[in-house]
């Protein structure tokens, strides 16, 4: 049964960082495109960043971009997405998903797509507050 599982969340003040982590429990993540949502109270579920299954290519939501990063390392099996710079609006639910497609990034625009991806984890908390 494919699982995916994160990890690393928890409450950071404005400015902080986190690192958040992405594995597959049961597979491998290695040539699958990955990526990461969130949601905010009260908010829909929205695209952050996603990572192709080689991680040549990367895309980012307009407002998470020069300060989020997503990356792999496959043979941990992990996919993470370092935050820096972390806002009161960055606070939410985050979730990992696996793409139906290894390019996912090349999507540009669609590449948060709901439809584009299969599997979901159960999500980690941030919550950026002072």
């Known amino acids: 049964q494919l699982k995916l599982e994160e990890s690393g969340g928890g409450l950071v003040q404005p400015g902080g960082s986190l690192r958040l982590s992405c594995t597959g429990a049961g597979f491998t993540l290695d040539g699958n495109g990955i990526g990461w949502f969130r949601r905010a109270p009260g908010q829909e579920r929205e695209g952050v960043a996603c990572?192709?299954?080689?991680?040549?290519?990367?895309n980012y939501a307009d407002s998470v971009k020069g300060r989020f990063t997503i990356s792999r390392d496959n043979a941990k099996n992990t996919v993470y997405l370092q935050m820096n710079s972390l806002e009161p609006e960055d606070t939410g639910v985050y979730y990992c998903?696996?793409?139906?497609?290894?390019?996912?990034?090349?999507?540009?625009?669609?590449?948060?797509?709901?439809?584009?991806?299969?599997?979901w984890g159960q999500g980690t908390q941030v919550t950026v507050s002072s």
């Open positions: 998903a696996r793409s139906v497609t290894a390019d996912v990034a090349a999507y540009h625009s669609s590449a948060f797509y709901p439809g584009l991806y299969d599997s």
């Open positions: 990572i192709s299954g080689s991680g040549a290519t990367s």
